[in-house]
């Protein structure tokens, strides 16, 4: 089935009107989510007031950057079994737009952190500590990268990087009980069901899915621009050859 | 009409700000991205038609 989707003119043929069909409908759905957020749903007063409204951002930019991340270790470990080199360009792809969507969860959980807890970062949070070295693993992947000499070279060590960082996912996702956090447990992904009523649970679970949406959209506009920029590449390399 | 937030607003509307510009960031960095890697590939095309 990978071997099916690996291949790079099947990919450009679905990727030329899927890529905006995504962006479309996460954009859509990104902007019903957040008017939800802003207009729709009740202040509660026992999560601080208005303030409890950043959740239908900070929210599902976490499930992102975490989404994120496990999208390039799986994408790393695909290539680096079989080769694919859509899985490398998908892997490339993916890193920096998960780096930007982990900045905004630290972004967007700092302002929260002000006036719900009294600071904008606490050093010794496990949750916050996890997700800012999964930031920098985004950076060294793409800064790993950029150092190698070649094309292999760099797939083949971002790949490793990628893998081995793959162990922060649960540690992030677990951190709240394994460790001292001034974060609440988890209120959505609980094998009890979500701790949440309908009203902030349904327009929080659209965020996430058009952000979702919106990502896998911005990911295939990212691996057709590596499917051409490759194509360049060879282009460059026969009329060096002379062939 | 904009809604009214007893406290907080400076925070809240920050958030959703940011919220909005960073995936509006996004897609004009993937959209310029794809457009100057397909220039470049139609530009080597055209060079090795005509030459």
């Known amino acids: 089935m990978i071997r099916a989707f690996a291949n790079p003119h099947r990919f450009m043929a679905l990727s030329r009107w899927l890529a905006p069909a995504c962006l479309a409908v ?15 749903v009740p202040q509660d007063d026992y999560q601080g007031g208005d303030i409890m409204r950043a959740m239908f ?27 694919h080199e859509l899985a490398d360009m998908a892997a490339k792809s993916i890193a920096p737009l998960g780096a930007a969507y982990t900045a905004l969860c630290l972004a967007t959980g700092s302002i929260w952190g002000k006036p719900t807890w009294g600071t904008w970062w606490l050093w010794d949070d496990a949750r916050m500590m996890s997700v800012l070295v999964m930031f920098f693993l985004f950076l060294g992947y793409m800064a790993l990268r950029a150092a190698m ?8 060590a971002g790949a490793i990087l990628a893998m081995v960082g793959a162990v922060n996912v649960p540690l992030i996702k677990f951190s709240v009980d394994i460790w001292s956090s001034i ?44 499917v051409w920029g490759r194509r360049g590449d060879v282009l460059i390399a026969r009329k060096l050859s002379g062939s | 009409m904009l809604p009214v937030f007893e406290q907080n607003a400076g925070f809240i509307w920050t958030i959703y700000a940011i919220g909005a510009v960073v995936p509006a960031g996004l897609f004009v ?16 095309q055209a060079e090795r038609e005509q030459g």
């Open chain 1, 26 to 40: 996460g954009a859509l759905l990104m902007v019903w989510s957040a008017w939800q957020g802003l207009w729709v």
């Open chain 1, 57 to 83: 951002i900070h929210v599902p930019s976490a499930w992102l950057a975490m989404a994120s991340y496990m999208g390039l270790a799986a994408t790393s470990l695909i290539w680096f079994v079989w080769r």
């Open chain 1, 149 to 156: 000499e070649t094309r292999q070279k760099a797939a083949r």
């Open chain 1, 183 to 226: 974060h609440q447990d988890a209120s959505v992904l609980r094998l009890d069901g979500p701790a949440m009523p309908p009203v902030y649970l349904t327009p929080l679970l659209i965020g996430g899915l058009a952000h979702m949406i919106f990502f896998a959209g911005l990911t295939m506009m990212l691996m057709r621009a590596e």
């Open chain 2, 29 to 44: 960095y993937a959209l310029i991205r794809a457009r100057m890697a397909k220039r470049r590939l139609d530009r080597l």
